[in-house]
């Protein structure tokens, strides 16, 4: 088959579309003939050298996928050779074929396209894991999103809306129309406001129950004083750096959390209870309509320098899907 391979850690120039062995599924696993995989982040970082694939995982990037079964290994029950699906993967979606635990897989879901399915199994696991079972969102209270117009910040305000809460978000003044059209109840610019003192006027001055942050480090200080009390402020991401000072006093007045949380690197069967949990609680909402995937543009998997120059832009808005056709 062709993957795209990464010959060295640097720029986008270093992903190569180069023939590779065929993977082989193992007990419990299915290959899947790919139609497109996604664009994350974290396959940049890999890509850089910054992000290296789990012990035993595909050396090529892609987090997520969609297709076809085209072949069971030992022990799959309920799947079928020739099933649709999309999966989350520990890596090798940026190829013709991959091989996945079937606690990974979730079928289709009803109205969505085949290759837009690809953009849902990461995002979808991502926010239904920290901001429903860990951070236990519910309706009424109120969600700050940071990154909204990325493809976790596109569903998390999809998600956090279809189940009755507020999601403010944080995002570049050209995307904020979109994200209140996903249902963002207000959105804030990053580069020129205060998101602790929009957060305090949309709240009333209560502050946000749950914050859901990519940032990291340069945020630390500003998310806890946006924390409502009992707030919980979870943490995926490191894009304004690894570290800061947190001031316990803040936490402790306001009886407040803090979480930080990685998905690729979890055990199989802690990854098979999240699809389960999405499949169960989210799935239905992708079905009546209140989720959809948000997806910027389709290039083909030859274009993956380009995908990454793109999302390493922040232009986009949503999700960069690789097509194998």
Known sequence: MRAITITEAGGPDVLTWAEVPDPEPGPGEVLIDVAAS??????????????????????????????????????????????????????????EKVAVPAGQLLPVPDGVD??????????????????????????????????GGS?????????????????????????????????????IDYSREDFVAAV??????????????????????QNVDALADGGRLVIIGMQGGRKAELDIAKLLAKRGSVAATALRSRPADQKAAIVRGVRDEVWPLVAAGKIRPV??????????AEAHRLVDSNAH??????VTG
């Open 38 to 95: 996604a664009v994350n982040r974290a396959d940049l970082l890999q890509r850089q050298g910054y992000y290296p694939p789990p012990k035993g995982a595909s050396p090529y990037p892609g987090l997520e996928c969609s297709g076809v079964i085209s072949a069971l290994g030992p022990d799959v029950t309920g799947w079928q050779v020739g099933d649709e699906v999309c999966a989350l993967l520990t890596g090798g979606g940026y190829a």
């Open 114 to 147: 085949l290759v837009d399915a690809a953009g849902l199994p990461e995002v979808a696991c991502t926010v239904w894991s920290n901001v429903r079972q860990l951070a236990r969102l519910d309706a009424g209270q109120t969600l700050l999103v940071h990154g």
């Open 151 to 187: 493809g976790i910040g596109t569903l998390a305000i999809q998600y956090g809306t279809a189940i009755g809460a507020q999601v403010l978000a944080t995002a570049r003044a050209a995307k904020h129309e979109r994200l209140r059209e996903l249902g963002a109840a207000a959105t």
């Open 200 to 221: 305090r006027e949309q709240t009333g001055g209560r502050g946000a129950d749950v914050i859901l942050d990519i940032i990291g480090g340069r945020y630390l200080a």
């Open 295 to 304: 997806i910027d543009r389709r290039l083909p998997m030859t274009d993956a």
């Open 317 to 322: 808005l949503g999700k960069v899907l690789l």
